[in-house]
């Protein structure tokens, strides 16, 4: 059975940091991962997709890699925001779509 | 364009009642998925639907959740003699066509809280 695992649960970081957050998952037979953003009371909004056979994607401000041979992806943000406080969801993907999620890492970005 | 919508936004509920969530899906996705996110358990899949193929129901947790999709655009989730453990949100997401290639767009969620 598929088990996402996401370190940190939580992080707190001065504005300007970059930093790094971890996704880990226990069948590498996946067809793709993605990081998903949820702000509270609000549904998801995905940020990244990397397919299976990809090692990363860029958005702005925002890395993605995925090792799928180690089970392994990082979430990486440049320069913190005070925006980029939410919760970073990260959920692989069956062949029909069918997200499998983390638990997630509440991040608060301080002014 | 309009997005994934979900009706309504807050229920509550008494414990034993039955209630209905509505999710109206991205125009032109075939793919319809629900899920649902508690606080102990986190996100988890409910119930897929893509186009005119059979339901995949494999992460319903009891036969007391059903859910259907009329024309293969509206669905309704299907709560029966609801439980104080069913207290969640409940989301929906919509697809293109369900392929593993296709962004997943999320509704704002139905907050269920069965008292």
């Known amino acids: 059975k598929q088990e996402v695992t996401q370190i940190p649960a939580a992080l707190s970081v001065p504005e300007g940091e970059n930093l790094v957050l971890n996704c880990s998952f226990t069948?590498?037979?996946?067809?793709?991962l993605q990081w998903f953003r949820q702000d509270p009371g609000k549904g998801l909004t995905s940020l990244l997709l990397?397919?299976?056979?990809?090692r990363e994607q860029t958005s702005g401000r925002l890395n993605a890699s995925l090792d799928k041979s180690s089970g392994r992806s990082t979430l990486y943000i440049a320069a913190s925001q005070p925006g980029d406080s939410a919760t970073y969801l990260c959920?692989?993907?069956?062949?029909?779509?069918?997200?499998?999620f983390g638990q997630g890492t509440t991040l608060q970005v301080k002014p | 364009g309009a997005g994934v919508s979900q009706s309504p936004s807050n229920k509550v509920t008494e414990k034993g009642k039955d209630v209905e969530l509505r999710c109206d899906p991205i125009?032109?996705?075939?793919?319809l998925y629900w899920y649902r996110q508690s606080l102990g358990q986190g996100l988890e899949f409910l119930i897929y639907?893509?186009?005119?193929?059979?339901?995949?129901k494999s992460g319903l947790p009891s036969d007391r959740f059903s859910a259907e999709r009329t024309g293969g655009s509206v669905s309704t989730l299907t709560i029966q003699r609801t439980q104080q453990e069913d207290s969640a949100v409940y989301l929906c997401?919509?697809?293109?066509?369900?392929?593993?290639?296709?962004?997943?767009?999320f509704g704002p969620g139905t907050r269920l809280t069965v008292l």
């Open positions: 639907f893509q186009g005119n193929s059979a339901p995949d």
């Open positions: 069948d590498s037979a996946i067809y793709n």
């Open positions: 990397i397919q299976s056979s990809q």
């Open positions: 125009s032109g996705h075939t793919a």
């Open positions: 997401a919509s697809s293109q066509d369900g392929l593993s290639t296709d962004t997943q767009y």
């Open positions: 959920a692989v993907s069956s062949n029909t779509g069918k997200l499998i």
